[in-house]
């Protein structure tokens, strides 16, 4: 078969042109951004080791827990309201939304560790309030560019895909706790510095790779994924097995530094995963046949690159933005799953009912969570148990995430299963956790934390998935974010007005009502028995979205992405290349050839 060439070199080697290309290609494509999403995602946790360093804060202004509590929550709320970066990603180009994160992350964590190191003189609450929240602030930047950009680069596969990339979110607390015990031996006030550099640095690294791009076809696209999906377990099975081992076993610097190598050696396996597809690309844009000759489009033909075909990426092309007015047709809706206005999908009772279920299911789950330490003291476990729970909690946060991403997408594809169905037995399982810790029994407390933990991770991917589905893509990095609004909400109004002042009553009643601290199974029985009714309640709502979208889910929600994608590749042409012959495989290349030959 001959066919028109790309650069080769002589005597069918490769030439120092070609290598470049392909190096371009990589550095360029799909594969590589997930890649580099992946190592984003495993820094953008810093939330999550509030516990580690709170102790400092808490020194720095003498305070009591209640104050403590307070800047807890401003930390939730700025890890939540992500609503301003998704408006900024709507207008502005990804590598300015992720600066911005990156810069609010270092202000924001250097501030405090600034404060905890005595190099700011008598900081007040309201100064750590207003930095905690602006650096965790900063994370919802870097997640929006790359849930929005992963989803829309591959959208056949977007619950995989938020699976994976919140699982890395789990498991970044985990991975920067080792890498801070080896840059600094344990000293938690540099553990905020820490989370300043680190995170905003990786960020600068890959600020031109994340991007949005045009997703094409790839052969057995999810395999790769379930490729993935076993180094990821590996890392977390590597992981659980530290925070066992280290509560036993002391370990010196070199050990850490150690582990460290071993972590990020484990990171970087995703890279050669990438590499691998981007070399089945490039042989397969060699080996394209149909027409009389292909051409990769490029941005300026006037400036073609020498090696145009294979410089150009296999896998990617930039698409173009519209503009609409978001407030046109507020209340004459396009049909599900096609691109809707940022009004039309807020006033959708689908919206409304997703914000229900994230107002009461994930804020039930992270009431339960915050709550844990008190939980296991009413119940006399000692504090290693206690810290043992919690640490299961992150473990099965990670699982959930990652089984809710992968299993939602094989029972849709292969069973045409609603999501909306598995969001309702989650909640349902979310209460049988929630009744065990209402009625506990000999280490009831163990199993609750592995099905809340289950339940919390189980349900972020679920709901950032059916936005995507239900609205499309085009403002999907607002929508979320408006969604993920209700979840700090939903904690806070269950935290203060149902766990915090039954609590308080039942303290209140018992033999040393002046510390309100409460012992014993009545703590926190009435409590959780509403949050389990409550969340009953929405399980059944849930069931109302299950049956509005049955139809929905019963077509190819996918459809007009293959479309897509069938409509690029008969866009192809081939550029006019200059080298001479080539010999791959069962191919030769002549430039002489405008025709395919056998």
């Known amino acids: 078969m001959i066919v028109s060439p790309p650069p080769s070199s002589i005597n069918g080697g490769i030439c120092r042109a070609e290598l470049s290309c392909f190096i371009q290609q990589v550095v360029t494509g799909r594969w590589f951004s997930l890649f580099a999403s992946f190592l984003i995602m495993s820094g953008a946790g810093g939330v999550y080791l509030f516990a580690s360093y709170s102790k400092d804060i808490k020194s720095t202004l003498k305070c009591d827990q209640t104050t403590l509590n307070k800047i807890g929550f401003y930390k939730d709320l700025g890890s939540n309201v992500g609503v301003i970066a998704g408006l900024l990603a709507e207008v502005a180009p990804t590598w300015f939304v992720i600066l911005i994160g990156a810069a609010l992350n270092f202000v924001g964590y250097f501030k405090i560790w600034q404060a905890v190191t005595g190099k700011i003189i008598r900081p007040t609450v309201e100064f750590f309030c207003f930095y905690i929240m602006v650096g965790a602030n900063s994370q919802n930047f870097a997640n929006t560019v790359v849930l929005v950009s992963c989803v829309k680069n591959f959208p056949e596969r977007r619950g995989v895909m938020l699976g994976l990339l919140k699982g890395f979110v789990g498991l970044s607390g985990a991975i920067m706790t080792q890498i801070y015990g080896a840059f600094y031996d344990h000293d938690t006030k540099s553990l905020i510095l820490l989370l300043a550099w680190f995170p905003s640095l990786i960020s600068i690294i890959f600020v031109k790779t994340i991007r949005e791009m045009r997703a094409v076809k790839h052969p057995n696209e999810f395999r790769v994924f379930v490729q993935f999906l076993c180094v990821t377990i590996i890392l977390a099975l590597f992981l659980t097995a530290l925070i066992f081992v280290q509560k036993k076993v002391q370990f010196n610097q070199t050990a850490h530094i150690t582990i460290v190598a071993a972590i990020l050696a484990l990171l970087l396996v ?111 476990y000692p504090p290693e148990t206690i810290n043992s729970f919690i640490s299961l909690v992150s473990i099965f946060n990670f699982t959930g995430r990652i089984f809710s991403g992968f299993v939602s997408e094989i029972l849709l594809e ?104 409460c012992e014993g199974s009545k703590c926190f029985e009435q409590s959780f028995t509403i949050l389990a009714g409550l969340t009953f309640v929405v399980a059944m709502v849930s069931l109302v979205l299950v049956r509005r979208t049955a139809e929905f889910y019963r077509g190819d929600i996918y459809q007009k992405f293959r479309e897509d994608m069938d409509s690029l590749k008969t866009e192809m042409e081939f550029y006019p290349l200059e080298s001479k012959r080539m010999k791959i495989g069962n191919l030769t290349f002549d430039k002489h050839a405008i025709n395919f030959k056998k």
Request: charged fraction near 15%.
């Open 270 to 380: 995703p890279l050669l995963i990438a590499i691998r597809e981007e070399i089945i690309m490039w042989n397969l844009n060699k080996r394209t046949v149909g027409n009389r000759f292909t051409r990769i489009r490029i941005d300026n033909p006037q400036s073609a690159p020498s090696c145009s075909a294979s410089c150009s990426s296999s896998s990617v092309l930039e698409l173009p933005k519209q503009s609409n007015s978001c407030f046109a047709n507020i209340f004459n809706k396009p049909k599900r799953g096609e691109d809707f206005t940022i009004p039309q999908a807020i006033f959708s009772v689908d919206m409304l009912i997703l914000l229900t279920t994230m107002l009461i299911g994930v804020g039930a789950n992270l009431t339960a969570i915050d709550n844990l330490g008190q939980i296991g003291e009413s119940l006399n």
């Open 414 to 517: 292969k069973f045409k299963f609603p999501r909306p169905m598995m969001l309702t037995l989650i909640h349902l399982v979310s209460c049988v956790g929630y009744l065990i810790v209402a009625f506990p029994f000999n280490n009831s407390l163990c199993i609750a934390s592995i099905i809340i933990g289950f339940s919390l991770g189980s349900q972020v991917p679920l709901h950032f998935a059916m936005i995507s589905e239900f609205f499309g893509l085009k403002h999907y990095s607002t929508l979320f974010n408006f969604g993920q609004l209700s979840c700090p909400i939903g904690s806070y109004i269950l935290n203060v007005m149902v766990i915090g002042k039954l609590y308080d009553e039942m303290a209140l009643t018992g033999n040393n009502a002046s510390e309100f601290h």
